[in-house]
């Protein structure tokens, strides 16, 4: 089949297209601008459109599948709109390419995309294996995207966002976070839960849900079980919920499965790994942040539960490596320590810094952080100022708008307005390689979503030339 991509430099998008062109579909797209992900789409073989231009799409294209993040009045999309081809949005094509194996879909509005890397990288080095769509480029694959022809596996990144996970109906769940976001589309943090109570309900009879413990889909829940038997998965943590419930955690001792024992030396991280069946002592993992013992935690319990044995489990944990711009280590040298990462969400910063401060306490800790929406902006920016005030330095960058157009008052300047600190500071990209030095960092961490991937290679580049 001949496929266009419209928005195929989009992390889940090229990962579809990517699998498409594997499997020997044509495949070709267009997006915005070129990306360091396109430039690998077009060295694979895929080709790749720039300009916003029908005229040079293929004229053989059957179905064209797009992402909610490109502007319906794209010249682009408004020509496939209007041409009577078949039109699948992203989450419908994943849905579609998903159905008849045993999926397994990790929803949350934090920890998608480590926690499914990490599952995808715990089957791949197992007897099981599997494929994947991941959210990420896993260090592990150096790509988005897992192949297996002969698992029946196949594990994906399930994104809340336009309630595109709805499109999916999983053998196995997780849940791992319902926070408040995506509110320009949900209207409210009700609605949102009652989208992750759907996708909850969406799992399989035969399947199971993995939920943290404390995640709610409404106020007022009742999340003690203590007295239910845990042999068969019959407790119910949330009212609503019609498929057998999992739980686990990294604060407490009443799930299911829980680390304890939380440890650090030399960079890495250990722990105690409480099962059902028992506790796997000494769990390694190299180089990774604190809120990745709770990703690992769930990534076990799943991949323990589809079959794997303790050496495969301990041999696949030790061995991840991660996942680009999740806690991603840059540069490591006896003066600094540099790390980049995804978050863009306050309760994502916190669980960043709190990481950092956990491996390095004491040091001197500079951030570095782009908005990344002017509506996330605008709903949580006294929760963005609270979190940016613990840094010792706290450098703000301009909004990185996405989809959005500008919306009146809303800037960085708002959260800076709001921070409770001196040492705080809104410049452009291009002043921030003259201010980092200035302030002498111990740890240096980027934050965001947007586009400050793009000075990774020059912030890299600034603290290792002598």
């Keep these: 089949m001949n496929y266009f991509f419209i928005g195929i430099g989009g992390i889940g998008m090229s990962a579809i297209a990517r699998y498409l062109h594997l499997r020997g579909d044509q495949v070709s797209g267009y997006d915005l601008t070129p990306s360091p992900l396109t430039a690998a789409l077009e060295k694979e073989g895929i080709e790749v459109f720039y300009e916003d231009n029908p005229e040079l799409m293929p004229k053989n294209v059957e179905c064209f599948v797009y992402t909610p993040a490109v502007p319906r009045d794209t010249a682009v999309f408004k020509w496939a709109e209007g041409s009577g081809r078949l039109m699948l949005k992203r989450s419908q094509m994943l849905g579609q390419l998903t159905d008849g194996k045993k999926c397994i879909a990790v929803a949350g509005t934090h920890g998608k995309t480590s926690t499914s890397t990490m599952i995808a990288h715990l089957l791949s080095k197992s007897k099981l294996g599997c494929s994947a769509f991941l959210g990420g480029i896993s260090k592990n694959f150096q790509s988005n995207i897992v192949v297996d022809n002969k698992s029946d596996f196949v594990v994906v990144e399930a994104d809340e966002y336009d309630r595109s996970f709805l499109q999916l109906h999983p053998y196995y769940s997780v849940i791992t976070s319902i926070d408040p976001d995506h509110l320009d589309i949900y209207g409210d943090y009700d609605h949102l839960r009652e989208a992750f109570l759907q996708f909850a309900n969406q799992t399989k009879s035969d399947g199971k849900l993995f939920l943290k413990q404390g995640v709610a889909f409404s106020d007022g829940e009742e999340h003690e079980h203590e007295g239910h038997e845990h042999e068969g998965h019959g407790h119910n943590l949330s009212e609503g919920v019609s498929v057998p419930i999992i739980s686990y955690t990294t604060s407490g001792i009443e799930a299911d499965y829980y680390a304890w024992n939380v440890r650090t030396s030399r960079g890495n991280i250990y722990y105690d790994l409480r099962t059902p ?169 980027t934050l965001g979503a947007g586009d400050i991937d793009r000075l990774v290679p020059q912030i890299e580049k600034l603290l290792t030339t002598e």
């Design 277 to 445: 069946k028992g506790v796997i002592y000494d769990i390694e993992l190299h180089h990774t942040s604190l809120y990745n013992v709770e990703n690992s935690v769930v990534a076990a319990a799943v991949a323990l539960e589809c079959g794997l044995d303790e050496f495969e489990l301990r041999a696949g944990l030790k061995s991840y490596e991660g996942v680009c711009r999740r806690f991603d280590f840059r540069v490591e040298t006896k003066d600094v320590v540099y790390i980049d990462d995804y978050a863009h969400h306050p309760k994502e910063i916190a669980a960043t810094l709190d990481s950092i401060r956990f491996l390095y306490p004491g040091k001197r800790i500079v951030g570095v952080f782009q908005p990344h929406l002017y509506s996330r902006t605008a709903d949580f920016a006294d929760q963005f100022a609270e979190v940016l005030s613990t840094l010792d330095e706290a450098v703000l960058l301009p909004i990185y708008p996405a989809r959005e157009k500008p919306m009146p008052g809303v800037s960085s300047g708002m959260i800076l307005r709001k921070m409770d600190t001196l040492s705080k500071y809104l410049v452009t990209k291009e002043q921030l390689m003259e201010l980092i030095p200035a302030l002498y960092p111990d740890i240096l961490v």
